[in-house]
């Protein structure tokens, strides 16, 4: 699995400051792969509400790729989410791969979701994608990905 995974082309879709830090890690440690487009994506702003994914000359639409979204549509507005999703889907044509997490919050007890927030809110950021697993189901399957293709954190 993991020669299959290094072979087909892969975008990692996160927030400007965790695509950096990836970033640099990956060419830390020498770990940097030909086929991993890393994708800074300013998930504060709604100037930005699809993915300008023309822009990667080693993206090729009609090769199967994984799509990495881990953490990444917790930040965004609904509405924004769908319109990335959206775009991955409509962008590549021959079956994508998503693998995503979302930050369940219905699943941790009423303390636990009070003390994660702040926690969140400590290192500068906001959970704004407040939805169930069904719901964020929901929204990917409108969408065109498949949900079983999908993992969850809580």
Known sequence: MRALIACLPCIEVDTTHMSDL??????????????????RHPAQSRRHASLP?????????????????????????????ESILKGLASFFRNDAIMMSTIFALDQLSAPRRVIF?????MVGERIKLELSKEEFETLVDSTGFSKQLLEYQW
């Open 22 to 39: 990836k970033t640099t890690f990956l060419k830390s440690t020498g770990r940097m792969n030909p086929y991993l487009t890393i994708h």
């Open 53 to 81: 994914l023309d822009d990667f000359e080693e993206l090729d639409p009609g090769r199967k790729t994984i799509i990495i979204a881990e953490g990444f549509f917790d930040y965004l507005e609904s509405s924004h989410a």
């Open 117 to 121: 927030k702040a926690a969140v809110r």
